[in-house]
């Protein structure tokens, strides 16, 4: 097909999309990262978005379509199991996310922690993250501090990412989509601006604003966006979890996360996780010296 025949708003999603993955392609490398190492992970990370483009409608449709819950840009919270005991503990779960936001200066911003976030999150530093899980990886030392969130996230079944969010005063995410059906993402609102109606997320043209303690549950690969248009942050206890398929096409979303799980994405971002810790305990080192 030529260009002339693609639309101008594809031609530029198309352009933006290529632009993020050849500054992925061109991570800068590590200080403890050999140069033959850091040329294999460039080419490895950048083969993988490439083949990720190619192939990834036609996976999506296909899990899509075998998926035991629809694919609605919104689910409801009573469609699951495991919402209304998480819904139970959201006051004990704002309590420690209250004990975060003490420290919230010294949260990491996501784009330092997952680069693959900079095309929408290179401009600021207003969207900061407190892991617990990430792609299946436990942090115990977070967990360790939040005891009541801990116990609720690790009895949702399929759970695979579970984080505060933090969305800063005036903090735009721009539309952009998730890249696997193979997950649907929950938040748990938390902590959440007085003016609640400039404070909000659309999902495939659908507006929504969140409400304290009430599961709001969608599909991120609809197009998205989010907006915190006050002056207090947004806070929100951001999950995803592995979105029940029918068989054979939970092999396919299986093999989607364990592809996930050893890719440099992953890797890399419990490195930059570690790296991140260790500079905060040296600064906290140096304060009470």
Known sequence: MSSKRIPERERKELRRQRQWEREVARAPRNAD?????????????GSVLRLGREIRPAVNAYLGRHSTIGAPP????????????????WEGIRKEAEMVMTARDRLPPLHEISPDHSR??????????????GYGIWLDEHCRQCPE???????IPGLESAFFSILEAGKHIPKHRGPTR??????LPL?????????WIRVDRIQRCWEPGKLLIFDDTYKHEVLNDTDEDRVVLLMHIRRPVRFPASLVRDAIFNAIKWSPFVRDGMKNQRRWEQKLARAEGERRD
């Open 74 to 89: 919104y689910f409801e919270p009573e469609d699951f199991a495991w919402a209304p005991g998480i819904e139970a503990r």
């Open 120 to 133: 929408i999150d290179a401009n600021d530093d207003k969207w900061k993250v407190f892991f617990l899980k």
């Open 191 to 199: 902590l959440l601006p007085r003016e609640r109606e400039r404070c």
């Open 149 to 155: 969130t801990y116990a609720a996230v690790k009895a």
């Open 33 to 45: 990262e050999s140069a033959l190492g850091h040329w294999v992970r460039t080419r490895a990370r």
């Open 182 to 187: 193979a997950i649907f993402t929950a938040h």
